[in-house]
């Protein structure tokens, strides 16, 4: 038996990094998928490629992949199990979550990689 699946969104994705006080540009909020958290110092915010912010700092070419779900919020260990075979492949991760599901943000050049590790820890991985 499977464990979760895991598919690939089609668009490479760029993760900024902005002061905390900054606003957040329109064009974040009209993009297809966007994903924004904010701390006490920093405002992050995970745009497709094609959205061109400034920034302090920015990381560009990041794939997603999404757990298929919804995901109940009582389930336990999914991102640590996930997180634990792309650690031991050696492969680098961002991840953001929202109510019903995780999405991991792996490098462009690492994603084949990282379904085949996956694959291979029994997951389905639709690329």
Request: hydrophobic residues 45%.
């Amino acid at each position: 038996m499977a464990n979760q699946t895991l598919a690939a969104l089609p668009d490479t994705f760029t993760i900024y990094s902005l002061p905390v006080n900054a606003q957040i540009p329109s064009q974040v909020l009209n993009a297809p998928l966007y994903f924004i958290g904010k701390t006490h110092d920093e405002l992050s915010i995970v745009v497709p490629q094609t959205v061109k912010l400034e920034s302090d700092e920015s990381d560009h070419n990041w794939r997603v992949l999404e757990i298929l779900g919804p995901l109940d919020l009582s389930m336990v260990g999914i991102m640590a199990q996930i997180g634990s075979v792309l650690a031991a492949a050696k492969i680098s991760i961002f991840v953001v979550s929202t109510f019903e599901t995780d999405y991991f943000l792996i490098k462009q050049n690492n994603l084949k990689s990282a379904a085949i590790a996956l694959e291979n820890e029994r997951y389905k991985v639709i690329l």
